[in-house]
T-cell receptor, first 115, second 117 residues
Framework: EADIYQTPRYLVIGTGKKITLECSQTMGHDKMYWYQQDPGMELHLIHYSYGVNSTEKGDLSSESTVSRIRTEHFPLTLESARPSHTSQYLC??????????????FGPGTRLTVL | AQKITQTQPGMFVQEKEAVTLDCTYD???????LFWYKQPSSGEMIFLIYQGSYDQQNATEGRYSLNFQKARKSANLVISASQLGDSAMYFC??????????????FGSGTRLLVRP
């Protein structure tokens, strides 16, 4: 299993603030992902990275941005938070060839509330 | 486009009994992978089991097994000997490849399982 960490676990913040959600993994996985999940709903991919200095947008339109300067670190930033950004954000990583299944392993998630 | 359908919004099961959670999928790709994840109320996604489209046998992992019926495009999760700790949301997902061996998971809407003592 991958060891993947997200901070903070919970964040309540006012409209207009800049926030960064942290995601780190210690397994050396090349591929990392950000999903967004509204309460009781399915997850949707918002960003992914297939290696250092590579980032791509996912299906779900998001005003957030990401960076991948180091293999182990994949932070997500919102320049100006709005109530519509209230959601859970889950980070995941995978590595082709690390197992027969090439499974995505998830972090514990960050629950963001924007007032 | 690939699609996952979970038709059971909620299920009850008595402790120590078995339960089946339904999942059907739609894809035109001959090669695909199916995953089941568990999401407790704490929010993390826990990988349970994987089935590849070319796997000859149904996947098993401890108390979890997958009833894979390729012709019917179904991949139902069977949990045997249910425990109170199995109460959670369960998601079926399919892999869709992106760039350079990265992939996204396409999720169903989930089934909330409640285990009764």
């Amino acid at each position: 299993e991958a060891d993947i960490y997200q901070t903070p676990r919970y964040l309540v913040i006012g409209t207009g603030k800049k926030i960064t959600l942290e995601c780190s993994q210690t397994m050396g996985h090349d591929k990392m992902y950000w999903y967004q999940q509204d309460p009781g709903m399915e997850l949707h991919l918002i960003h992914y990275s297939y290696g250092v200095n590579s980032t791509e947008k996912g299906d779900l339109s998001s005003e957030s941005t990401v960076s991948r300067i180091r293999t182990e670190h994949f932070p997500l930033t919102l320049e100006s938070a709005r109530p519509s950004h209230t959601s859970q954000y889950l980070c995941a990583s995978s590595q082709p060839g690390s197992s027969t299944t090439d499974t995505q392993y998830f972090g514990p998630g960050t629950r963001l509330t924007v007032l | 486009a690939q699609k996952i359908t979970q038709t059971q919004p909620g299920m009850f099961v008595q402790e120590k009994e078995a339960v089946t959670l339904d999942c059907t999928y739609d894809t035109s790709d001959p090669s695909y992978g199916l995953f089941w994840y568990k999401q407790p109320s704490s929010g993390e996604m826990i990988f349970l089991i994987y089935q590849g489209s070319y796997d000859q046998q149904n996947a098993t992992e401890g108390r979890y097994s997958l009833n894979f019926q390729k012709a019917r495009k179904s991949a139902n999760l069977v949990i045997s000997a249910s425990q109170l700790g199995d109460s959670a949301m369960y998601f079926c997902a399919m892999r869709e490849f992106l760039m350079d061996s990265s992939y996204k998971l396409i999720f169903g809407s989930g089934t909330r399982l409640l285990v009764r003592p």
